[in-house]
């Protein structure tokens, strides 16, 4: 399934596959969302699949929101099928809930 973001009580919900041929929209995506919002939080739980590059992503955001004072938070609501590229990380990223 193509990658969905749908906005749903101010929480922006990922459905679909998310691959590195789409981690520069992406991140543009979520950049201006943070250049207007103090706190952006990403669903990832109905995402089918995930590679390291978007792990790579998710993480460079939220080194971004810290640098600009906001928060950016990444949760997959026990999505194991997206966990892999999170556990390569040096550091945490994804909360579990």
Do not use: C, W
């Not at 995506?29 to 995930?50: M, N, P, R, W």
């Not at 609501?77 to 945490?92: H, I, R, S, T």
């Amino acid at each position: 399934m193509a990658l969905q973001i749908q906005k749903i009580e101010n929480v922006f919900a990922l459905k679909g596959r998310f691959h590195s041929n789409q981690v520069f929209e992406i991140r543009n995506f979520f950049q201006q969302k943070l250049k207007s919002e103090t706190t952006v939080t990403v669903s990832i739980a109905g995402l089918d699949d995930l590679d390291l590059s978007a792990a790579l992503m998710f993480q460079q955001l939220k080194d971004d929101a810290y640098k600009m004072n906001k928060v950016f938070t990444v949760f997959s609501a026990g999505n194991e099928k997206v966990l892999g590229p999170f556990l390569m990380l040096d550091e945490p990223v994804l909360l579990a809930s």
